[in-house]
């Protein structure tokens, strides 16, 4: 048996995290499939904000380029205190190509835990993605 190469992050995260799936759950309770990313961007928003959590939409990820800093090279939907990466969604489907973008977010950022949801799921618990990302030391 080999190691695991991810391993859960902490608990403070993890309960983080359960905070982060159930603004995501409510909001699809409320809404629905059916409707706009941005609509699912603004909502998600509002709703972590909602539950006093410190949210940023749209924060850019620098990226370094052998000796050059790309300010702009990922655009992250929301980052929720410093810690939790969230990419929304409102497709038909999630492609291997979504989830790649969760996963290079977190490598990317160092960051332990990011969501990719995708609010156009029939049900809110096929469309809430968790991803974990065991942040390099």
């Known amino acids: 048996m080999y190691p695991s190469r991810y391993q859960e992050p902490p608990d403070p995260i993890r309960n ?33 904000k909602k539950n006093g959590l410190k ?7 620098p990226v370094r380029l052998d000796d050059e800093l790309i300010e702009d090279a990922y655009r992250i939907d929301l980052l929720v ?36 949801i995708n609010f156009n799921a029939a049900l809110a618990s096929e469309g809430i993605n968790r991803q974990v990302m065991t942040p390099k030391q």
């Open 16 to 48: 983080l995290g359960d905070k982060v799936y159930d603004a995501a759950f409510q909001v699809h309770r409320k809404w629905g499939p059916g409707l706009l990313e941005h609509f699912y961007h603004r909502a998600l928003y509002k709703e972590l």
């Open 55 to 61: 949210v940023e939409s749209e924060v850019y990820l």
């Open 81 to 116: 205190e410093n810690e939790i990466i969230v990419e929304v969604k409102a497709v038909q489907n999630l492609t291997p190509a979504h989830y790649q973008q969760i996963r290079t977010y977190l490598r990317v950022s160092n960051k332990w835990l990011g969501f990719l």
